[in-house]
Nanobody, 111 residues
Framework: VQLQASGGGLVQPGGSLRLSCAALGSTFSFAVMGWYRQAPGKQRELVATIRSGGETNYADSVKGRFTISRDNANTTVYLQMNSLKPEDTAVYYC??????WGEGTLVTVSS
């Protein structure tokens, strides 16, 4: 399974970004997909997950601001991030079944 994440970048506080992660070579529709992030000097932490049936789970710090979704036909998982804060600055990683991990995409929230 190969995971290709994209969509990171520099955004001002209060702005939005959408991350995408394409899962190649996978039985995507049956898999739990997720996003984690790692800020400088900190441990990797859960951001959001989505199960095959669409059930979602979010870290308390992003509830109400981030939305995870999936497109099974295109084997892609998305993370819509709104009302971004400087503390959201991190490298964001997507995961397939908590086994396979993408290389990460950097999100920087700064004025």
């Amino acid at each position: 399974v190969q995971l290709q994440a994209s969509g990171g970048g520099l955004v001002q506080p209060g702005g939005s970004l959408r991350l995408s992660c394409a899962a190649l070579g996978s039985t995507f529709s049956f898999a739990v997909m997720g996003w984690y992030r790692q800020a400088p000097g900190k441990q990797r932490e859960l951001v959001a997950t989505i199960r095959s049936g669409g059930e979602t789970n979010y870290a308390d710090s992003v509830k109400g601001r981030f939305t995870i979704s999936r497109d099974n036909a295109n084997t892609t998982v998305y993370l819509q991030m709104n009302s971004l804060k400087p503390e959201d600055t991190a490298v964001y990683y997507c995961t397939y079944q908590y086994v396979y991990w993408g290389e990460g995409t950097l999100v920087t929230v700064s004025s």
